[in-house]
């Protein structure tokens, strides 16, 4: 061997010592010390990206390059328990942890909602043919027209009409001839065919006004003028000029546009907060910044199966005429909630409302003024009235909490020592309202929770093996990256059991946090990259393995 051959003999060994001696200072895990007892005031610095990586000292982490932080050491005044870490003040502040304390309060989610604005049904009118026979006159001529209660709309010919005002001026007449001498029967009789007569021309569409004319001048017509029932806009024209009609048939839609329906579509999981004579916010596209307001009317009792949502109605005053039919809008209804998700309203507490029409409200039992439908009671439409701070539900706030699966995780902050403690713990959440979950189960009044750093505590938790949000019963820990070969695990295990006390890849002191199986034994390595390198070409390193020593492939 020559001089330059041993030089770089010399080279190889010296590189080979140096990067032992760096992996076992970036991945040795702190707890173990030279003895084998753990030291009180020693810290252990991760990266919260990769929390396999432990160090003794502030650094970098090797994988990602960011600032590796300061966990707790094993070395606590009091014994923690399976589901409990503690960190140090420094490392809460770089943590950035927040609390929030558990309470009892009242509070409101606000459900978003779509829809249009369409006609109130109950406000459409149809101007149809009383008697049948020929139009010979429309006073609208065009759809869109606005007209007053009264306005002239249709001036019919019917024959039919012509027979009736006969037997009306006969009947009139009757009555005027009856003699004081006239038995009292014949009077009745008489004055009974003429209120028919007169009884049959309101029938056929003449008013008050048309018949007292017909009275007067004792001469009968041969056409009739139909009114507007109401005011409102003409929003269909059925027929034209010299159409002929019969009994029934539609000339004119007329629709009052006062008051207008919103129709909204609300998806099927915001049903708990609905009930029925909320109020309702909107805003129209139109009308950019500009607020309105209604009423909920109906709720559909049948659930779209193509959209899984809920139809609902509300009424809308629209007095100045602004809203317009068809019209796209934005909606939001807000709800306050109680305990068990039911929605508050103590302007409701002892109220009656008629079931058809929300805006009647009463103090007492009665009868709807519009509809003659008997009152009910506001708790029977689904409200809770009182307001008793006991009604209040126990909330947290939303971001408190870690779900995964059917399991909700909270972190509960248990000690206010210089070293707070936090504990995991596993509750059963009731529905979200806003900002806030519903507490059912698992947290009491005045507890405090993390509501910011929550998964870096997790992630502390898992590196222990500690029972965390994706491990309920604890013992495995993440790995940095993928491994495609390896199983690698991270529960202690007994001294008695580790078998290699040196890593087989670098030859540096092995990591119990770092292992695999292999052929059904435990193999133990410095970092998770020597196990990788050892599955890529596992005969390189058989002869390092004692209890491989005496087998092939």
């Keep these: 061997m020559n001089k330059l051959s041993i030089i770089k003999l010399i080279l190889i060994i010296t590189a080979s010592f140096a990067i032992g001696y760096i992996i076992r200072g970036v991945y040795l895990p702190t707890d173990i010390s030279t003895n084998g007892q753990s030291s009180e005031t020693q810290k252990v610095w991760i990266c919260s990206m990769h929390p396999q990586i432990r160090q003794s000292n502030p650094g970098k982490c090797p994988i990602c390059f960011m600032d590796l932080i300061p966990v707790e050491t094993p070395g606590h005044k009091q014994p923690l328990g399976s589901r409990q870490i503690s960190f140090s003040q420094e490392a809460l502040k770089l943590m950035e942890i927040e609390t929030s304390p558990v309470q009892r309060k009242f509070v409101e989610t606000e459900i978003r909602l779509t829809g249009k604005i369409d006609y109130d049904e109950s406000r459409i009118k149809h101007i149809t043919a009383w008697v049948p026979g020929r139009i010979d006159r429309l006073y609208v001529d065009f759809t869109g027209t606005r007209v007053i209660k009264g306005d002239h709309m249709v001036y019919l010919y019917s024959p039919e009409l012509i027979s009736a005002q006969a037997e009306f001026l006969q009947a009139f007449g009757a009555v005027q001839n009856i003699q004081n001498q006239t038995s009292e029967f014949v009077r009745r009789t008489t004055q009974a065919t003429l209120e028919a007569a007169t009884e049959k021309l309101k029938l056929l569409g003449l008013d008050e006004k048309q018949i007292e004319e017909i009275q007067n001048t004792g001469r009968s017509t041969d056409n009739i003028t139909i009114n507007s029932p109401i005011e409102g806009i003409v929003i269909e024209k059925h027929l034209s000029q010299g159409a002929y009609v019969q009994t029934g048939t539609k000339i004119y839609t007329i629709a ?59 009424n809308v005053p629209n007095p100045s005429g602004k809203l317009k039919p068809g019209m796209f809008v934005r909606a939001v209804l807000r709800s306050a909630v109680a305990q068990g998700g039911l929605v508050m309203d103590p302007q409701m507490a002892g109220k009656w409302v008629c ?30 009235t009182a307001d008793l701070p006991d009604e209040a539900p126990l909330v947290i706030p939303a971001t408190a909490v ?39 189960e698992g947290l009491a009044e005045g507890e405090v929770v993390v509501t910011k750093g929550n998964f870096k505590i997790d992630s502390a938790l898992q590196i222990q093996a500690k029972p965390s949000m994706m491990s309920p019963e604890g013992g495995t820990a993440p790995a940095g990256h993928p491994h495609s070969h390896a199983d690698m695990k991270s529960q202690e295990q007994p001294e008695s059991e580790i078998e290699q006390t040196m890593c087989p890849v670098m030859n540096a002191p092995i990591n119990k946090n770092f292992y695999t199986e292999y052929r059904g034994k435990k193999v133990y390595f410095c970092c998770p990259g020597c196990d990788e390198e050892f599955h890529r070409n596992p005969e390189k390193y058989l002869d390092k393995l004692p209890q491989f020593s005496n087998h092939k492939h």
């Design 355 to 384: 079931p058809m029409h929300p805006s009647v409200i009463e103090n007492s039992k009665d009868i709807c003024p519009i509809c003659q439908m008997d009152l009910v009671t506001a708790e029977s439409l689904g409200y809770i």
């Design 256 to 314: 009052d546009l006062s008051e207008l329906w919103v129709k909204l579509d609300a998806y099927e999981s915001d049903m708990m907060w609905i009930r029925y004579g909320q109020e309702v916010e909107f805003t129209a596209e139109a009308y950019p910044g500009e607020v309105f307001k209604g009423q909920i009317i109906f709720i559909s009792p049948t659930l779209d199966t193509a959209s899984r949502t809920i139809k609902l109605r509300a």
């Design 402 to 440: 870690l779900i995964t699966g059917k399991r909700a995780v909270v972190y509960v902050q248990v000690s206010y020592e210089d070293r707070p403690v936090f504990e995991g713990k596993e509750i059963i959440l009731g529905p979200r309202a806003g900002d806030y979950y519903l507490v059912k």
